[in-house]
């Protein structure tokens, strides 16, 4: 029993040492799609506290095939959307993904998600961090 508990101690102090300190995320949540819809988006408020520039590189998830990093703009009175290699969070600032501007988007599972489930990102950034990030679904922000 008491190896058991240190090595569970052992473990869940690594994923902390793993996780990129200087970054912290508030309020992710992925909006409930209609039956039916090819996409969702997904919204956080990613906070660099620390004292270097960070670049949010690539993001995964084990509910979705793809994660896109978009970014909606107006061109010319119309509303698009753009793809975003990166995202840069300087230090000290943070950036928010909220509807109209940068969001991630996903290819809509095949199991429907619905309003207060629990869905996990995981996003690379590129100092070879990761942040592992918890969002819920829900309607609206
Ligand atoms: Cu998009």
């Not at 988006?41 to 084990?62: F, H, Q």
Request: proline share 7%.
């Amino acid at each position: 029993m008491k190896s058991f508990l240190l090595s569970l101690l052992l473990c869940s102090w690594s994923l902390l040492a793993c996780a990129d300190p200087a970054i912290q995320v508030e309020n992710a949540w992925v909006r409930e799609a209609p039956p039916g819809a090819q996409m969702m988006a997904a919204y956080m408020t990613l906070k660099n506290t620390g004292s270097s520039d960070v670049t949010l590189e690539n993001i995964t998830s084990p509910t979705f095939r793809m994660v896109m990093l978009h970014k909606s703009v107006i061109v010319d009175g119309v509303a698009r959307m753009s793809h975003q290699d990166s995202l840069p969070i300087p230090a000290g600032t943070s950036v928010a993904l909220e509807p109209g501007s940068y969001h991630l988007m996903m290819p809509a599972p095949e199991q429907r998600l619905h309003s207060g489930d629990l869905v996990e990102f995981n996003l690379q950034f590129a100092d070879g961090g990761t942040v592992r990030v918890q969002a819920i679904v829900r309607k609206k922000p």
